[in-house]
């Protein structure tokens, strides 16, 4: 099996503060992570992809600094919503590729960002 | 502008009816996926396809692989309410990360 975890699964938070959201691979060794957002009805948008134990790659328009993502092992990646705002509130997933299989991603259940 | 268009975008449908959903792209692709997701929840994989011309079945899906491996389509035989849900497409090229359709949001209604 491939089973990717969340946590949290739901997070409010008032604006200004900063969310850490865990992503973990629990059967097997992830050397590459994704992390994508997604809005109300609308389809995934790649934020930036994580390697273990190097920097995270990330999208146009996606602002390192603001969502600082770290990949320390094989099996957790974590991104920080840093000085969170309002309109960061969306749907958080990640998914992670097996090594040699980045073709194959498998998804986390995801997590709820909302900011007051 | 989506690199992989899905349409419908939106459709609902009765029980038993049969429907199909379309990913177009002028890109090709070494391999298509397809996801489902539901509310709430991560994508699930459905299906991998990797060869142009490709068809594979799932129960009461099948989706195919265009021959020149740009597009692809999922068509669903007598639907049921338990398919409701968004459906993605997604393309991979040469070991790449995937991209995303736009997504077709299917219900099925009782």
């Known amino acids: ?116 | 502008t989506q690199l992989l268009e899905q349409s419908p975008q939106f459709l609902s449908i009765q029980e038993g009816e049969n429907l199909t959903v379309y990913c177009n792209s002028s890109s090709v692709f070494s391999s298509l996926q397809w996801y489902r997701q539901e509310p709430g929840e991560g994508p699930v994989l459905l299906v991998t396809v990797v060869t142009g011309g490709e068809v594979k079945k799932l129960k009461r899906l099948t989706f195919q692989f265009g021959d020149a491996r740009k597009d692809s389509s999922l068509h669903i035989t007598a639907a049921q309410p338990g398919d409701t849900g968004l459906y993605l497409c997604a393309g991979s090229r040469a070991g790449n990360m995937l991209t995303f359709g736009g997504g077709t949001r299917l219900m099925v209604k009782p």
């Not at chain 1, 097997?28 to 790649?46: D, E, G, I, N, V």
Request: aromatic content about 10%.
């Open chain 1, 1 to 116: 099996g491939a089973v990717v975890s969340q946590h949290p699964s739901w997070v409010i938070c008032k604006s200004g503060t900063s969310v850490k959201i865990e992503c973990r691979s629990l059967d097997f060794q992830a050397t590459t992570m994704f992390w994508y957002r997604q809005f109300p009805k609308q389809s995934l948008m790649l934020m930036a992809t994580s390697n273990e134990g190097s920097k995270a790659t990330y999208e146009q328009g996606v602002e390192k600094d603001k969502f600082l993502i770290n990949h320390a092992s094989l099996t957790l990646s974590t991104l920080t919503v840093t000085s969170a705002h309002p309109e960061d509130s969306s749907f958080y997933i990640c998914s992670a590729a097996k090594p040699g299989g980045l073709e194959t991603q498998y998804f986390g259940p995801g997590t709820r960002l909302l900011v007051l």
